[in-house]
């Protein structure tokens, strides 16, 4: 080592009032785990404000006057801006930090579940929407808050504990929800409750998560430049069908109609919801587990084909065996499978650069919750038209069960054209 790089190293460390970088980097990390909890809390609430309304079904229609159709139609209208605002929310990320995006998100829910809870049918569809757009903010902020706070060696990880908050939050979203509304308190005040409770929280967002360090002064349009980088790499498109197709099927098969379809088997309504919330219970398990596990072996697809099996294998059990699915442990190991469903959020990070990591999640949640949004009413549709007018039989819901089956089915075959991403392939490579 040279003298003149011997005292640039020594005064670095040793110059009075000076901070080692390596300890100022360490307590910025500090400083953006503290701020990725609450980001976890945030996204914990807005799950379970989501998966809510399929523990209250009876009590919406009756109170809102709608079919099966409309009320799917009207809960829908959640997906439409979630969609929509995880774009806005990922370039803003971007171009702003987490502060502001994440504090008006949260902002934005609890003004939504305010009008949702009024028992009126407009303020319901403006609360949806509401609740819709602020929940666009919360997973790519996470994802923004975890990609400063973790190092990539243990992103996949990080991810899994972030889905494992959301799906905490849909768990107790149908089965602490569930007897609540049904005992405790009415399905408005429920409402109105989560969103002072929400009002609060985002008021400490504002005070304690850190901002940007500065704003660019170009063009606001400048904020979404970094989507042409993420929608030009084939490999963000190839992410988003396979987290789509994975998430679909436990969004809208079992938090919107997991418990109307378990009724069809002659349950008690609280039967229904304790079978239906074993499924989020399950992404409780599975998405740290097989992040862990991804970045444990280094690889990602191996993991993402266990959990799309484990899912393939549910559905064919349910249409043909359903009499020998067992009544808990069937719906907790669908939802560990499905947990793999986190791995094509951590991969659409990987296939982008790292500046855009605030876009790429704003892109997967668009590509994701889009889907939803197109394919939630159909579904609902689907069983209008099976139904006949009736009442919803078992035999109604095995046969649209056989669209999950698809959606497993076109995963395995987008799995092909997946780029694995893992550290064990980055080894490989060089």
């Known amino acids: 080592m040279s003298t003149e790089t011997s005292e640039r190293v020594i005064g670095t460390v040793s110059r009075p009032g000076v901070i080692p970088a390596s300890k100022a980097a360490q307590g910025t990390r500090l400083?953006?785990?503290?701020?990725?909890?609450?980001?976890?809390?945030?996204?914990?609430?807005?799950?379970?404000?989501?998966?809510?309304?399929?523990?209250?079904?009876?009590?919406l229609r009756n109170a809102f006057g709608l079919t099966a159709l409309g009320l799917t139609a009207l809960l829908g209208l959640y997906f439409y801006t979630y969609a929509g605002f995880a774009i806005i929310a990922g370039a803003a990320l971007d171009r702003y930090g987490a502060?502001?995006?994440?504090?008006?998100?949260?902002?934005?829910?609890?003004?939504?579940?305010?009008?949702?809870?009024?028992?009126?049918?407009?303020?319901?569809?403006?609360?949806?929407?509401?609740?819709?757009?602020?929940?666009g903010f919360a997973f790519p902020g996470a994802v923004y808050l975890a990609a400063h706070a973790f190092s990539s060696r243990w992103l996949a990880t990080a991810m899994g504990f972030t889905q494992f908050a959301g799906m905490l939050g849909g768990f107790a979203g149908q089965f602490v929800v569930g007897p609540l509304v049904h005992s405790v308190a009415t399905w408005q005040e429920f409402w109105l409750y989560a969103g002072v409770l929400l009002i609060l929280l985002s008021v400490l967002i504002l005070a304690l998560i850190p901002g940007a360090d500065s704003t660019p002064a170009s063009s606001i349009w400048s904020i979404f430049a970094p989507y042409k980088v993420v929608l030009s790499n084939p490999q963000s498109y190839v992410c988003g069908l396979i987290g789509g197709l994975m998430f679909i099927p436990t969004m809208i098969s079992n938090m919107i109609w997991g418990v109307p379809f378990r009724e069809t088997m002659?349950?008690?309504?609280?039967?229904?919801?304790?079978?239906?919330?074993?499924?989020?219970?399950?992404?409780?398990?599975?998405?740290?587990?097989?992040?862990?596990?991804?970045?444990?072996?280094?690889?990602?697809?191996?993991?993402?084909?266990a959990g799309l099996l484990i899912m393939l294998g549910y559905f064919v059990g349910v249409i043909f065996f359903n009499e020998y699915v067992p009544p808990y442990a069937g719906g907790l190991l669908f939802g560990v499978g499905s947990g793999a469903a986190m791995i094509p959020y951590t991969m659409i990070k990987e296939v982008n650069p790292d500046r855009v990591k605030g876009s790429a999640a704003g892109a997967m949640n668009f590509l994701v919750f889009g889907m939803s949004a197109l394919l939630g009413p159909l579904y609902g549709l689907t069983l209008a038209h099976?139904?006949?007018?009736?009442?919803?039989?078992?035999?109604?819901?095995?046969?649209?069960?056989?669209?999950?089956?698809?959606?497993?089915?076109?995963?395995?075959?987008l799995m092909l054209f997946l780029r694995e991403t893992g550290s064990a392939a980055d080894r490989m490579k060089s």
């Open 266 to 305: 002659g349950l008690s309504a609280a039967e229904a919801v304790a079978r239906s919330s074993m499924v989020p219970l399950g992404w409780v398990i599975g998405a740290p587990l097989l992040g862990y596990v991804a970045d444990r072996i280094g690889r990602r697809k191996p993991v993402l084909l």
């Open 31 to 59: 400083v953006f785990v503290a701020a990725w909890i609450l980001a976890l809390v945030f996204y914990f609430l807005q799950y379970a404000l989501r998966s809510a309304p399929g523990v209250m079904v009876p009590e």
């Open 99 to 135: 502060k502001l995006p994440l504090g008006l998100g949260v902002f934005a829910v609890a003004l939504g579940s305010i009008l949702f809870g009024m028992g009126t049918l407009v303020g319901a569809e403006w609360g949806r929407l509401l609740q819709g757009a602020g929940s």
């Open 386 to 413: 099976l139904s006949a007018g009736h009442e919803l039989t078992l035999k109604d819901f095995q046969t649209a069960f056989w669209a999950w089956i698809g959606a497993v089915v076109l995963s395995l075959v």
